[in-house]
């Protein structure tokens, strides 16, 4: 019987050991993993500290998906502007200043 056993190595050491994981983080909008052993881990942390410490803890926003009202809105204002020979596409983003006209037409 053969066993074949995957070891990581730690991407900065280069050393692989019985400690190496997978570790995420993000910095803005990047995500990064990264396998290190626990040591380069600890380090790593224990450089980060001090701004963990400082920082607030946040939950990544949630993409809301359109409401069947706006996207009826969205067609509504795509007709309005063509029949105010307003440039505007079949589909995608409607430009600010269209919606802004739009809506000061049709304001009580």
Not at 21 to 34: G, K, N, V
Not at 78 to 92: F, M, T
Request: charged share 35%; hydrophobic share 40%.
């Amino acid at each position: 019987m053969e066993i074949i056993q995957k070891l990581l190595a730690d991407d900065i050491t280069g050393r692989a050991d019985g400690t190496v994981a997978t570790r995420r983080f993000s910095l803005e909008d990047d995500h990064y993993a990264i396998d290190l052993s626990d040591e380069s881990y600890f380090e790593l942390k224990d450089l980060l500290d001090p701004f963990m410490a400082a920082a607030r803890v946040v939950t990544p926003r949630k993409v809301r998906s359109r409401s069947k009202a706006v996207r009826g809105q969205s067609a509504d204002i795509r007709r309005w502007a063509k029949e105010h020979d307003l440039p505007v596409s079949e589909n995608g983003r409607l430009p600010g200043s269209v919606k802004e006209q739009y809506e000061a037409a049709h304001a009580a």
